[in-house]
């Protein structure tokens, strides 16, 4: 059974950072690409960043580059987003995802999903 869980969320001054933690397990790990999404109220579901199964290739949204960075250990079986410089508009629930094929940003091509963490940023 895959289980995908994130970790790290929590309240934030805007300027300050955040590392969420998806800690994977059930799948073999190395062949996945791992993503990071996230979703606001009234919102859809957007894509924040991905990162290749063996973590040589990473792409993130225009929103965040600069910003946040994606990075996994495949000895963990773990895949981290930190997140600096945050802003209010960042505030939504953060969920990783897995993909056996790397370089999508649609959340409908991702296989497996955790259950999220809440990340608010106040103003």
């Known amino acids: 059974q895959v289980q995908l869980v994130e970790s790290g969320g929590g309240l934030v001054q805007a300027g300050g950072s955040l590392r969420l933690s998806c800690a994977a397990s059930g799948l073999t790990f190395t062949i996945y690409a791992m993503g990071w999404f996230r979703q606001a109220p009234g919102k859809e579901r957007e894509f924040v960043a991905a990162i290749s199964g063996n973590g040589r290739l990473s792409f993130y949204s225009d929103s965040v580059k600069g910003r946040f960075t994606i990075s996994r250990d495949n000895v963990v079986n773990t895949v981290w987003l930190q997140m600096n410089k945050l802003k209010p508009e960042d505030t939504a629930v953060y969920y990783c995802?897995?993909?056996?094929?790397?370089?999508?940003?649609?959340?409908?091509?991702?296989?497996?999903w955790g259950q999220g963490t809440q990340v608010t940023v106040s103003s």
């Open positions: 995802a897995a993909d056996i094929h790397y370089g999508r940003s649609d959340a409908h091509e991702y296989d497996y």
